[in-house]
């Protein structure tokens, strides 16, 4: 019975957040709340008009007319939070998520889930995510591709393996299908200024118009070289803007993680000036809960660490926010949620797509996360060997078969980790 309960439980839960994600049936509960709403209130005065007796004293009088109030408050109340709950979604999943195939939106032929089947990634057998972080700040000019990771999930297990690229990756290949291809046919190479995370800009700026027609062609140069990097076909990304990253761990209550070392807050050096920045605090090491502050700071200090070392704690912070995003936990936090990521998070995913994922991120979470930098440990950044990093990553995404350990056979210590092969990120974080 137990068992039965949490399985129905469960399948509300999974109906509740597929309905949420679906504008059409966001815009018909906000009207039939409200529309339910007033007619109860209709109802409960009307009952209470025609039960009133004929000459009431002022004492009866005013307690009818206290518990009609309370009575019409306790149906408003929750019902206009239901009604701005639904509003607020519906503008959320409008905005956010796209609505066709545009180059620069949606990813032209990307894997799509098959809509009405019980399993719609059931002919998708990996889906491949491009998760950036852009640090557009006021104080610099253009877009950053600041954080470049991608995520590639088994659909059926919900196995992910997370590949960190180094923003100092140079050298790196454009596909013929990029019109970039044309200017840079032998890699993006014109020494340390020609770096992966410069991409963006050589797109968006410098041979803007080798992409007509494209609203956004800084991220379909990333995404396609990337692409050819990795050896993998980018089927849709996601962007948050690092400003709003401090903002959405905060909407989401914090961040527990742990932190392997003392973290400096501040530090590094003036771009300008070359003058070393002062540090104005630690985050201190152990299992500790950050607020969006100390995440933010994590996740980027460079002080007393290099790009390499910074990747990592940039991937343990996605596993953890990936591992403790709980839907039904955040409900109460949604509005918050709402205004962050409406105002800093772009994503290439559909609209007409958006409850596939929702079963795809349930998977997820189920699923073990692993976590494969490509860091100067592994490959010569200035001069890199993109066949070998292919061939990493072709290794890490195939699955494994289970070996049988032989009868009799004594423990051993534990290896140190293969830094060419995915780890698990609940191990290395």
């Known amino acids: 019975a137990g068992a039965g309960l949490l399985a129905l439980r469960g399948d509300v839960v999974a109906r509740v957040l597929t309905a949420s994600v679906q504008p059409r049936t966001l815009l018909v509960a906000g009207v039939t709340i409200a529309v339910v709403a007033a007619a109860w209130c209709v109802t409960v005065l009307a009952t209470a008009w025609t039960a009133r007796p004929e000459r009431p004293s002022v004492a009866p009088r005013a307690l009818g007319v206290a518990l009609v109030a309370a009575l019409c408050t306790a149906i408003a109340a929750p019902s206009s939070v239901g009604v701005r709950y639904a509003l607020i979604q519906r503008d959320v999943v409008t905005s956010l998520f796209t609505t066709g195939t545009t180059s620069g939106t949606a990813v032209a032929g990307g894997a799509v889930p098959v809509q009405g089947k019980a399993d719609p990634w059931a002919g998708v057998p990996r889906v491949n995510m491009l998760l950036l972080g852009s640090d557009a700040g006021r104080d610099r000019t253009g877009v950053r591709t600041d954080s470049m990771i991608v995520a590639s999930i088994d659909t059926h297990t919900g196995d992910a393996v997370l590949f960190g690229l180094p923003r100092n990756l140079e050298r790196v290949p454009f596909p013929a299908s990029d019109p970039l291809s044309k200017v840079w046919p032998n890699g993006f190479d014109c020494g340390s200024v020609c770096l992966l995370n410069a991409v963006w800009e050589q797109a968006a700026t410098t041979h803007r118009d080798l992409f007509p027609g494209d609203p956004n062609p800084g991220l379909t140069a ?6 050819e990097v990795l050896g993998l076909k980018i089927d849709t990304y996601t962007i948050i803007d690092l400003s709003g990253f401090q903002a959405l761990v905060d909407a989401m209550g914090g961040v527990d993680i742990n932190v392997p070392r003392r973290i400096p807050i501040g530090g590094g050096h003036n771009q300008a000036t070359g003058n070393a920045l002062p540090i104005y605090g630690y985050i201190e090491p152990g299992r500790q809960h950050l607020d969006g502050y100390h995440a933010l700071w994590f996740s980027r200090s460079r002080e007393g660490s290099d790009d390499y070392d910074r990747m990592g704690r940039q991937r343990c912070m996605v596993s953890a926010l990936l591992d403790q995003a709980n839907p039904v936990q955040l409900l109460a936090r949604y509005p918050a949620l709402a205004k962050v990521a409406k105002n ?16 795809l991120v349930e998977r997820i979470q189920r699923g073990k996360i692993r976590s494969l930098p490509t860091t100067n440990k592994v490959v ?7 066949a070998k990093i292919r061939r990493l990553v072709a290794t890490a995404i195939t699955p494994k078969v289970a070996s049988t350990p032989t009868p009799g056979a004594t423990a051993t210590a534990r290896p140190k980790p293969d830094l060419a092969t995915a780890q698990d990120a609940k191990a290395v974080c």
């Open 344 to 359: 800093n998070i772009q994503s290439g995913i559909r609209q007409q797509d958006l409850a596939a994922w929702v079963t």
């Open 380 to 386: 010569d950044v200035t001069d890199p060997d993109f």
């Open 222 to 227: 990333t995404r396609d070289v990337i692409g």
